[in-house]
């Protein structure tokens, strides 16, 4: 089957990659060509987004441009309550397991714990720049990640 099929959501990093230069506008954009019929969006990405923007212009440019896009064709992954709960059971099996300080424990960490599991619950592949931290998640609760930038048949 052709990996075009595959459903996929971009982590918050992407975006911030492909806002930055052109080579990254370049990449975002080649994605978002060839798998726009399969990209989702998390509201846990969009919330990470938002969060950023430093103007009101900033935020206008990124509802019009990045979020209205998803909203419009229904492809927003909200994580279920199922999730949350999940979250806060998998965090304390990373506190008891490898002793995680769950006060030292950035909030992106944690935002990227529900980010995973609602990818999960979701059947969509993650892509993401910090495989290292997703592949500590995913020993716990194997989910579907892969690095920038996949193509139609890798």
Not at 33 to 46: D, G, I, M, N, Q
Not at 47 to 59: I, S
Not at 99 to 128: H, Q
Request: aromatic share 10%; with cysteine.
């Amino acid at each position: 089957m052709p990996r075009a099929e595959r459903k996929y959501a971009l982590d918050t990093n992407c975006f911030i990659h492909g806002f930055r230069t052109p080579a990254g506008v370049a990449e975002l954009q080649q994605f978002h060509r060839l798998f726009a019929p399969f990209e989702y969006l998390s509201v846990v990405v969009a919330q990470e987004l938002r969060a950023g923007t430093r103007t009101a212009a900033d935020r206008r440019k990124l509802e019009r441009h990045v979020l209205a896009p998803f909203v419009r064709t229904n492809r927003i992954l909200t994580p279920s309550p199922r999730a949350w709960h999940d979250s806060g059971d998998l965090l304390s099996d990373l506190v008891r397991r490898e002793g995680l300080e769950l006060g030292r424990v950035p909030k992106a960490f944690a935002n990227d714990v529900l980010l995973a599991l609602s990818c999960r619950e979701s059947g969509v592949a993650l892509v993401t720049e910090h495989t290292r931290d997703f592949a500590r998640i995913a020993k716990l609760a194997p989910f579907d990640f892969v690095a920038p930038w996949p193509t139609p048949y890798s």
